[in-house]
């Protein structure tokens, strides 16, 4: 089994920054991409932001240029610095680990986000 462990949420003002973290253990193997998904009350998850154990990274088109999602493979941590907070950036951060062909493999508890106008 995967565990994650989320850190890093809070209430900042829009502009502000915010660096989520994310610790990954257990068992590794499976695991080829982290990611970090959005969820606010009343819709599903969406995707922020993923990197690949490789390195490659992807983007949803309105976190581009702001948010920037990094990863120590020695800690089995990834992280998303988030720059430039607006208030719809707000809602519970969860991290995601994924295998092969994108399956789920673990999520993590999530952690709050709130950016105040």
């Known amino acids: 089994q995967v565990q994650l462990v989320e850190s890093g949420g809070g209430l900042v003002q829009a502009g502000g920054s915010l660096r989520l973290s994310c610790t990954a253990s257990?068992?590794?193997?499976?695991?080829?991409?982290l990611g970090w998904h959005r969820q606010v009350p009343g819709k599903e998850r969406e995707l922020v932001a993923v990197?690949?154990?490789?390195?490659?990274?992807r983007y949803t088109d309105d976190q581009k240029g702001r948010f920037a999602i990094s990863q120590n493979r020695a800690r089995n941590t990834v992280y998303l610095q988030m720059n430039n907070l607006k208030p719809e950036d707000t809602g519970v951060y969860y991290c995601?680990?994924?295998?092969?062909?994108?399956?789920?493999?673990?999520w993590g508890q999530g952690t709050q986000v709130t950016v105040s106008s």
């Open positions: 257990g068992k590794l193997g499976s695991v080829t991409a």
């Open positions: 995601r680990a994924g295998g092969p062909g994108g399956a789920l493999v673990a």
């Open positions: 990197i690949h154990t490789s390195g490659t990274t």
